[in-house]
């Protein structure tokens, strides 16, 4: 390898692209409310204001947003983690030879089943309806 090729590759391990508070570049709240400083006009400080509430409004709307993502999947991570445990626990306690496995495996199963069912019961809702439409 050439000295010029080692040059033109990047390494590796560079490190990912810095925000604009890293790069000390104003936000731009910061450069709506330095706007809205300067403005001498009402009318000018009047939009101002309402942009930079709309800002911070999509802002808060967005954290809220990833704050429910977030949730969500630790919700369904917990209801996974609770269901392999509750089957596997109910599984081998029948092979050890107790009759209560039955029901913890069954508890294990509660999260997936239900969906199953509903999903087994949309898809006969269809073929109901579209044989009552034939006969009319």
Known sequence: MSQE?????????EPPARTQRELGEPSVV???EERLIQADNPDNII???????????????AKDQEH????EKVQLWCKIVFSAIAFFTGIGMLIGGLKLGVFISGAGLFWFVPDYVKMFLRGSKETDKG???AEE
Do not use: A, F, M, Y
């Not at 090729?5 to 391990?13: F, H």
């Open 30 to 32: 910061s450069s709506i």
């Open 47 to 61: 939009l101002w204001t309402q942009v930079r509430g709309e800002v911070k409004r999509q802002d808060e709307e």
């Open 68 to 71: 429910q993502r977030s949730s």
């Open 131 to 133: 044989g009552e439409n």
């Open 5 to 13: 090729q080692r040059n033109s590759t990047t390494p590796l391990d």
